[in-house]
Every structure is written in C-alpha cells, then in structure tokens.
C-alpha cells in the first residue's frame, strides 16, 4: 500500500508547533512497523535548510494554475526516515516564515496540486492520500473532484487529519474559481458563513477523519469547541476517529540527547540536576538548585492558557519559584513576559521569539514543572516530553492533556503529573501549590518523576492505528 502524506511542516525541515513533530515522526514510525509505502510531500520555504536536501528529482513540474501551467521544482530529502519531496516555488515559498500572508489559501492551494501532480511523475498512484489541518482541504477537494473524471486518481481515498480545528484557512469565496474550484459539490463544500473555508472543504469531502487524541474527537462535536463546525462533525462522527500522537523517542530521550547537558534516564537521575544548573546559568539566574523551576513553552496565543499565567504569576512568584518561559506569538503576552522578567530578574527567565529545537530540549531536562493550561488542547506534545524528561507537568483537563496525563494519587502512588478542571487562574494556583508540596517531599516527587519517565508513549501504537486506519480508507 502507497500512503503520500501531505504537510505544511515536518521537522528537520520547517516547524512551527507540534503538527511538524508529527508530520515527520508518524512517516518514519509507519514504515517500522509495516510495510506501508509512506511518503511526506511539504513546500520548501525559505528557512529549510539546504543541507538536508539530497537532489533535486524534477525542475519541470507541470501545474495547472489558474487557467495555465506553472512550473515548480521538486527536491528530495532522506533526513527522516522516510523518502520527503519538497515542493520549490520560491514565489509562494521563499518568505520568512510558513504561515500568516494574505495569500496563504493561494501557496498552499498550490502546493496541494503540485503535491497531487507529483504523484503522476512518481509512478503508481497513492492509496491514500493523508492529509493535515487546512491547508490540505484543497487537496482533499481536488481529489474528490478528480474521482469522477481522473483514471490516475479514481481509486485514491483521503484521510484528513484535525490537529487543530481553529485554523480554518478562511479566504474570499470569489478566489475558488481561480483556484480550480469553480462548480458543483466541490465548489459548495468550501462555502462556510459567507467565507471560503479549506477546513470545512477538507472536512467536507474527506473520505475519512481523525484528530489527535480520543478526547478532543468528542469535544469537536460540541458547540463550545466545534467552532462553528461541530454539526459537519457529529453528521460524520462515523468517518471520525481520535488516535493520540506519540512521542519520537530518537528525537526526545534524555538518555541519548544531544543538546543537553548531562544525560539521564528513569535509572540513573543524577544528569537532570546537571541539566538544571545548566539552564539556570543559561537564563542568567542564581544557582539556587533547591528552588524549583517552573516551566512552559508554547506558542504565546490563547488557545495556551496565558491569560491564566498572566493572572497567577505574581503568586506563583510569591512560592519562591522559579518561572522560565520561551514563547513566541502575541505581542501582549512577549510585553507581559517582559514586565515580569524587569519585575522579577532573580526569578524568571525568558525566551521571546521561536527558540528552534536545542533550547525547547535543554528547558524541557532542567526544569522541575512543566506548565500546559491550555483552554483546548488537540493533543500537545510537551505534556509528554516533559514526562520523559522527569519534568512533572500540571495541567488542564482537556483534550489530549486529559488522555495522556494522570492526577497523582498519594496514597496510591500513582499518576504522572497533576491536572485542574475549571479554567481559573485558581485551579492552575491549587495546581501549582499541590506540585510544589509534593517537590518539597524528594522521595515522593521521585516518585511522580518516575510514573512519568517510565510511561510508554511511543509511536508504536499510534503508528499501527494509522496502519489499520489507511487499510480501512482504502476500501472506502
Ligand atoms: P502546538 O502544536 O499547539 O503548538 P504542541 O504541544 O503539540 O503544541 O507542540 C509544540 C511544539 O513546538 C513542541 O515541540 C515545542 O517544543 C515547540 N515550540 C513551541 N514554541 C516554541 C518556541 N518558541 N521555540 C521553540 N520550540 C517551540
């Protein structure tokens, strides 16, 4: 079985969050555990790196664009463990960052139908093509469209996967015709509260669904989190299925990782302690090794709970924490980390701006708590990284946060990290201080480190669902 994989990110090469963790891991992890033909198709953007590129396959791709023919060329990359084609048009590519132009429906309309023309160069067509969030609703349209006419790609089905239901790629409805999608069902598909919208096309017109975590597959089909779309999702929850990611444990594994200080594992601890004063000396703060470090990384929009940090900052403080943040997104959350680095420069540590992989590792092995109160949650990664690295995270009860972490039991001794459920800067406090007890008592904070370190959260089993799931999508 052929499975092309359509991405807008994948790391080595671009990443902004965790559908580039995914979208490389998830190829590599498919074919170690069956032998399903799994390729990754993604744009090559000005910030990938050259390097990783092996050769070029094709300087003369043909794509029919708005009523011509535009030509684009075609690298190939073995840095993952899977074959990656990348799709140069530097008019669409070549810009400092992957998302954000006014243009977005356009590039990645493009790169959708580069990616589908790629197919034909490359031989036999794909059983499936997966594709990811909005920018593959194009993708998924075209083919729903060529099944009728297209002998090449009548037999091809689509899997759409959600990683996050807010990005919808909405755009101007009189663009469809220039993109190609000027009648009929597919035409319609786009239409969504008087703008055009990628996601609801991908969601539409998808042979099958999935999303990221078995709990955030329930909780698109609610009003609260469906974001206008839960009614398209409970009319196709029989399509819809919730498989959680894994972790890259080549990529994340404290025993073996290359950007930090000292190495460590569920058996031998003493590296972590390296690790920690590594950071502090790297953040400029007093190495005070007995003061707990709380952590975060994330993308610095809502959906993460900021405005729950911003309100609980000063008693978190108050604990005699310390607070590291490395962040990257709106400018009212980079000015409140501001404020409270100059309010408090003996205690907080900050990173404003996207950070690459070296300083998200070395924050995730020296730090104590890991903080992740987010308002919805698809799946998150950190939570589990985190959990590998011996940093116990606290979170709140939603979406893949709630599948994955488990609320510590003491007189049991079990559970991983501590969770809240009202979204209150309260609950995160209650949280926090519960943490910050069980720290002060080393053998039951080992514990907790333990229960986290030693959970399997590979992408053994999540990589055979998708197995069984493409064989399913196949027969469709
Ligand atoms: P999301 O996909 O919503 O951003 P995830 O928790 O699934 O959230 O994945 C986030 C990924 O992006 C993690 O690998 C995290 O380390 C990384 N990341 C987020 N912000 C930054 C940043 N500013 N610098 C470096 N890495 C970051």
């Excluded at 074919?31 to 300087?59: H, I, K, W």
């Excluded at 075209?142 to 002998?151: H, I, N, P, Y």
């Amino acid at each position: 079985m052929r499975v092309t994989i359509l991405t807008s990110e994948a790391v080595p090469f671009a990443k902004t969050g965790g559908l580039g963790d995914v979208a490389s891991a998830l190829p590599k992890a498919i074919r170690a555990v069956s032998d399903v033909d799994a390729s990754l198709v993604l744009p090559l953007y000005e910030q990938t790196n050259r390097a990783l590129l092996r050769e070029q396959l094709f300087d003369n791709l043909e794509v029919e664009w708005a009523g011509d023919i535009r030509r684009a060329a075609v690298w190939y990359s073995e840095a993952t463990a899977a074959p990656t084609f990348l799709i140069d048009a530097p008019e669409y590519f070549a810009r400092a960052s992957v998302y954000g132009f006014r243009d977005d429906h356009e590039r990645f309309a493009f790169f959708c139908r580069a990616a589908l023309a790629l197919q034909r160069r490359l031989g036999p067509p794909p059983d499936v093509v997966h594709v990811n969030d909005w920018p593959g609703g194009f993708a998924a349209a075209e083919l729903r469209a060529r099944r009728s006419f297209d002998d090449y790609y009548a037999h091809t089905r689509t899997l759409f996967s959600i990683h996050n239901l807010a990005y919808q790629g909405a755009f101007d409805p009189a663009s469809l015709a220039r993109l190609g999608f000027a009648y009929g069902e597919v035409h319609d598909a786009f239409l969504f509260e008087g703008a055009a919208s990628a996601l609801k096309a991908g969601l539409m017109l998808s042979d099958a669904l999935s999303t990221v975590s078995r709990r955030y597959s329930y909780e698109i089909q609610t009003p609260q989190q469906g974001y206008g779309l839960d009614w398209l999702l409970r009319m196709r929850r029989d399509r819809l299925i919730g498989v959680t990611n894994g972790v890259d444990y080549d990529v994340w594994n404290p025993a073996t990782d290359p950007h930090i200080a000292a190495h460590f594992s569920a058996d031998d601890l003493a590296g972590k302690l390296e690790c920690k004063r590594d950071l502090l000396r790297r953040f400029s703060l007093p190495e005070d090794l007995d003061r707990p470090i709380i952590a975060i990384i994330s993308r610095l929009v809502a959906q993460k709970g900021y405005d729950l940090i911003q309100q609980a900052a000063g008693r978190m403080l108050e604990t005699g924490a310390f607070f590291i943040a490395l962040g990257a997104g709106a400018r009212e959350y980079e000015d409140f980390l501001q404020v409270l680095r100059d309010h408090a420069p003996h205690r907080v540590g900050i990173y404003k701006g996207y950070a690459g992989e070296p300083l998200a590792h070395q924050i995730e092995a020296g730090a104590d708590i890991f903080l992740m109160p987010s308002l919805y949650e698809p799946c998150g990664l950190n939570q589990m990284y985190s959990m590998r690295y011996g940093t116990v995270p606290v979170v709140r009860a939603t979406g893949g946060l709630d599948d994955t972490v488990e609320n510590f039991d003491r007189a049991r001794g079990t559970g991983n990290g501590f969770k809240f459920q009202a979204y209150t800067a309260d609950a995160l406090l209650g949280s926090i201080y519960e943490a910050l007890y069980c720290y002060a008592e080393p053998e039951v904070w080992r514990a907790i480190q333990l229960n986290g370190m030693r959970a399997d959260n590979s992408w053994q089993a999540a990589a055979r669902k998708y197995v069984e799931l493409y064989r399913a999508v196949a027969q469709m």
